[in-house]
């Protein structure tokens, strides 16, 4: 059983919900302020506070504060889990047309 199966059930529970699967959407754009991020969502900001700590608890953000402004980023490499789950899961058919793909580009002669 592979050992990353822990941080692969925390990534998929904390973007199940989609307040936090659009949160790490926009972050995936640029890092944002709290505020910044609760403007779009029609909640309170502690519900939204909740869902920045599912996220951050996942290993799927980050977040500094300096003075009275709390920036948060999406982590470098914390969806990694998922695809490597994701490449694990293809058939072994995918895995053959690929390399027919790779073969037949090969042998297909370039224009000049």
Avoid: C
């Avoid at 900001?45 to 909740?50: E, K, N």
């Avoid at 700590?53 to 914390?78: F, M, Q, W, Y």
């Avoid at 058939?91 to 690929?98: I, K, L, N």
């Amino acid at each position: 059983m592979p050992k990353y199966l822990d941080e692969l059930d925390a990534v998929l529970r904390a973007l199940a919900d989609p307040t936090r699967r659009a949160v790490v959407e926009r972050l995936a754009k640029s890092p944002a302020i709290v505020s910044d991020l609760a403007a779009p969502f029609s909640m309170a900001l502690p519900s939204l506070m909740q869902h920045l700590s599912v996220l951050e608890n996942a290993g799927v953000i980050t977040s500094e504060k300096h003075g009275r402004v709390r920036t948060v980023s999406l982590r470098p490499g914390a969806l990694d889990v998922l695809h490597l789950w994701l490449g694990e899961q293809r058939t072994p058919a995918e895995h053959q047309a690929d390399r027919l793909g790779i073969h037949l580009a090969l042998a297909t002669p370039k224009e000049s």
